[in-house]
């Protein structure tokens, strides 16, 4: 019984890892293309970037809601603690969230679009930001007592460290904006982001490197697990494939390919995903409260997996439907003031 009870609350650590992915992935494109938009040198540019996302933005935030109630269901403890440390991350985050959303509905139907423009830009700017706040307090550790409450301050995850991880996130999602956008653009807007992406892909390495290199020095649970046998051959590993990965990806952008920068892109935030995933497990809320500790009970798992089970499928079914229907380039001649 106690295998199994550890079998289903790993599997939701799996289930919970994928709902991230897929939320970072879909919505860090989304959210790099909102921060790309402040660099437009023109209200048509602009509007292409924006078309380029008008039918798919909501459904890529749906991850993030479906992420949270699953974080709730399978993991009780941990939802009540994350949300208590971080309370002034999440609230920004979820601002910028809906700060860009009006923006971008209101901008539409704006006779003046300057303030949306703005709006729509600097809600998407937030909310990475805010996102990398959060992902670096977590992976520095959050203050619990025994029971697995939060006792530490409001402004403990406000540090050099997680400002580190927020801005090469920030990197990482103009990164992923800029790949998208030369799948989705041409001429002269496809050309600046070809130079985007190339300058995101250089920033993200050498923010990922700094990360690397300061997390067996400052974070004592991360040093033990990196340097144990034989886990340490595979941390060495990861690393390295994200330098062939850039190389890759940057070789892409030399020849002017469309579709694999993005491809390379993802790749190299799968194996990102992969890399702190192992470095976490199977702790929860880093470096105290494991998955077992924190989840929820079995009659529980088991009932909300059955849910998932069906559910999962149809969402990403939609979402492949989504981007089949709505493929193909966006131009100039697709856009209008009005």
Do not use: C
Request: without cysteine; proline residues 3%.
């Amino acid at each position: 019984m106690e295998n199994l009870e550890h079998f289903l609350t790993q599997v939701w650590f799996v289930i919970l890892a994928l709902f991230l992915f897929l939320y970072v992935m879909l919505d860090g494109f989304d959210l790099g293309v909102g921060i790309l938009s402040l660099t437009s040198s023109s209200e048509e540019r602009r509007g292409i970037l924006m078309t380029s996302l008008g039918n798919i933005w909501d459904a890529n935030e749906t991850w993030l809601v479906l992420m949270g109630g699953a974080l709730f269901g399978a993991f009780p403890l941990a939802y009540g603690t994350i949300l208590n440390a971080l309370y002034i991350p999440i609230f920004g985050m979820i601002f910028g969230l809906i700060f860009r959303a009006v923006a971008f509905e209101f901008r539409e139907h704006s006779t003046n679009k300057v303030f949306w423009n703005l709006a729509f830009g600097v809600g998407s700017f937030m909310a990475a930001l805010f996102q990398g706040f959060a992902l670096g307090s977590v992976l520095e550790g959050i203050a619990v007592d025994e029971a697995g409450h939060f006792v530490g301050s409001i402004w403990d995850w406000l540090d050099w460290r997680s400002i580190l991880v927020a801005l090469t996130l920030i990197q990482g999602y103009v990164l992923i904006g800029s790949t998208y956008l030369i799948l989705k653009t041409e001429g002269e807007l496809q050309a600046t982001h070809y130079r985007t992406a190339k300058l995101a892909a250089i920033t993200t390495l050498i923010g990922a490197i700094l990360i690397t290199i300061v997390t067996p020095v400052v974070y004592e649970n991360a040093r033990a697990k990196l340097f144990h046998q034989p886990e340490v051959y595979i941390f060495a590993l990861i690393p390295l494939l994200g330098v062939v990965l850039i190389g890759l990806l940057l070789r892409s952008l030399n020849q002017k390919a469309e579709a694999t920068p993005l491809v390379w892109t993802i790749l190299l935030f799968l194996l990102t995903f992969v890399g702190l995933g192992l470095v976490v497990f199977p702790y929860i809320i880093p470096p105290s409260i494991t998955i077992y500790q924190a989840a929820a009970a079995p009659s529980a798992l088991v009932f909300m997996i059955i849910f998932i089970g069906f559910l999962i499928p149809i969402m990403l079914f939609y979402n492949i439907y989504n981007y089949i229907v709505f493929r193909g380039k966006v131009s100039g001649e697709h856009y209008s003031e009005s």
